[in-house]
């Protein structure tokens, strides 16, 4: 399974930007999408989850500024970030929990290769 993200980019604050992460790969179906980030000097953490369902957990810290959604049919998973604040200048990853390739299920957890977001006047 490959992840690969996009999007990235510089933003003044207050303003906006959407992150895509195709899944690719022999995929059937795809259990948990998400997306979590990581500042210098910080550990990486949770950004938003959305399950096949499409129930989803944000961190506190992107409430209201912030909607993760998915399209199962293209393995697709988005986050649109508005509000944008400079706190939220981080490498954005997206990871994908357990999937289905048709035949066997696969309860792991796979990484994209991350895309910067800068927010800075």
């Known amino acids: 399974v490959q992840l690969q993200a996009s999007g990235g980019g510089l933003v003044q604050p207050g303003g906006s930007l959407r992150l895509s992460c195709a899944a690719s790969?022999?995929?059937?179906?795809?259990?948990?999408m998400g997306w979590y980030r990581q500042a210098p000097g910080k550990q990486r953490e949770l950004v938003a989850t959305?399950?096949?369902?499409?129930?989803?957990v944000y961190a506190d810290s992107v409430k209201g500024r912030f909607t993760i959604s998915r399209d199962n049919a293209r393995n697709t998973v988005y986050l649109q970030m508005n509000s944008l604040k400079p706190e939220d200048t981080a490498v954005y990853y997206c990871?994908?929990?357990?999937?289905?390739?048709?035949?066997?299920?696969?309860?792991?957890?796979?990484w994209g290769q991350g895309t910067q977001v800068t927010v800075s006047s």
């Open positions: 990871s994908i929990t357990g999937y289905n390739d048709g035949t066997y299920y696969y309860n792991q957890v796979d």
């Open positions: 959305i399950t096949r369902g499409g129930n989803t």
């Open positions: 790969g022999r995929i059937f179906s795809i259990n948990v």
